[in-house]
């Protein structure tokens, strides 16, 4: 057995045992965190946590201790360290552990309806003997941050809400190119979304006057027209070719797939009816003129192909006509 496991075995062998680990703990874990545990609730939890290429260099031990309420628990995390050179990521590293230690926590008391628990505190100690003395590097994660100062505004597990359904219309529409992001993310599942088209309308017309990027608009049309009713779009619609013009193009492409699902719903009634002839006829020139409008807009082939279900040589020949 080589040095480092010897000293992870005589090091483990005393803590754990019970006596010694009370008394470990009473000296060296902090004061406030011993005040509200009760010590004779001490229990070693059998996992550990340090990385499988750290095994060689390090072992640790972690201790559970209940509240003096009984309301939760306190983990005292121990990492030993017994490699010669001083880890300068460490609070890092332990971060990782409180973390793994903190989800097992949530793992084992999630109750039957799926609630999350309060967290339990986890109190890290290093017990260090390396060749540098004292410790040579940072013990606090909060130290490693270059801009130290604004570490306690977006410290780790702190974030800051975006929260919609707080947020009024009014608010959100003075938010520029972020606008109708908002405003769509806000209302898209209302029941009565015809409510808000004046302000998702409103929002576009925002952004457009602080240059929105046609891709995005038409990313956020295409979003709206797979997720809303045929009755609310075609009002959106007509308010933005009235508001806006320059998206009339993108606005009419969908209304001419409306018109395209209108005839294939057509077709199919006309084929029960027995007229399925005539109406395939009919239908045949209604695509290929569907067609010719979306390849003089650019639209893709595939996409076009897979709309009107024509043929590759009847769209090149469509494609052909308009040279």
Same mark, same amino acid.
């Given at each position: 057995m080589n040095i480092p496991q010897r000293h992870d075995a005589l090091t483990k062998s005393f803590l754990s045992?019970?006596?010694?680990?009370?008394?470990?703990?009473?000296?060296?874990?902090?004061?406030d965190v011993q005040a509200i545990c009760n010590f004779d609730t001490?229990?070693?939890?059998?996992?550990?946590?340090?990385?499988?290429?750290?095994?060689?260099?390090c072992s640790d031990i972690t201790y559970r201790l209940e509240l003096k309420d009984k309301s939760n628990y306190v983990y005292v995390y121990t990492l030993i360290e017994h490699q010669n050179k001083a880890?300068? @990521?460490?609070?890092?590293?332990? @971060?990782?552990?409180?973390?793994?230690?903190?989800?097992?926590?949530?793992?084992?008391?999630r109750t039957d309806k799926h609630e999350v628990p309060l967290l339990p505190l986890v109190a890290p100690i290093v017990f260090y003997n390396g060749n540098k003395s004292p410790y040579p590097?940072?013990?606090?994660?909060?130290?490693?941050?270059?801009?130290?100062?604004?570490?306690?505004?977006?410290?780790?597990?702190?974030?800051?809400?975006?929260?919609?359904?707080?947020?009024?219309?009014?608010?959100?529409?003075?938010?520029?190119?972020?606008?109708?992001?908002?405003?769509?993310?806000?209302?898209?599942?209302?029941?009565?979304? @015809?409510?808000?088209?004046?302000?998702?309308?409103?929002?576009?017309? @925002?952004?457009?006057?602080?240059?929105?990027s046609v891709a995005l608009f038409k990313s956020a049309f295409t979003y709206l027209s797979t997720e809303r009713e045929k009755e609310e779009l075609v009002r959106l619609s007509d308010l933005i070719i009235k508001n806006l013009p320059n998206y009339e193009e993108i606005v009419m492409n969908y209304a001419d797939s409306l018109k395209l699902e209108g005839i294939q719903q057509g077709m199919q009634q006309g084929m029960q009816q027995g007229r399925r002839q005539g109406m395939q006829q009919g239908m045949q020139q209604e695509r290929q003129e569907i067609a010719k409008n979306l390849l003089r807009c650019g639209v893709d082939i595939l996409a076009i192909k897979n709309a009107t279900h024509l043929s590759d040589k009847e769209l090149e020949q469509l494609k052909a006509s308009l040279h």
């Open positions: 045992d019970p006596s010694v680990a009370r008394e470990f703990l009473e000296r060296y874990l902090h004061k001490l229990q070693i939890e059998p996992t550990s946590y340090v990385d499988e290429d750290l095994k060689m260099h880890d300068k @990521l460490m609070p890092f590293r332990i @971060l990782k552990y409180q973390a793994a230690i903190i989800q097992n926590h949530i793992t084992r008391h590097y940072k013990i606090d994660i909060a130290e490693m941050f270059e801009h130290r100062e604004l570490f306690d505004e977006i410290s780790l597990g702190k974030f800051s809400l975006v929260d919609l359904t707080v947020m009024e219309n009014k608010e959100i529409l003075t938010h520029g190119k972020i606008a109708p992001l908002e405003i769509i993310a806000k209302h898209i599942k209302v029941r009565n979304f @015809l409510n808000y088209i004046d302000d998702v309308v409103s929002a576009f017309v @925002l952004a457009h006057e602080q240059n929105l």
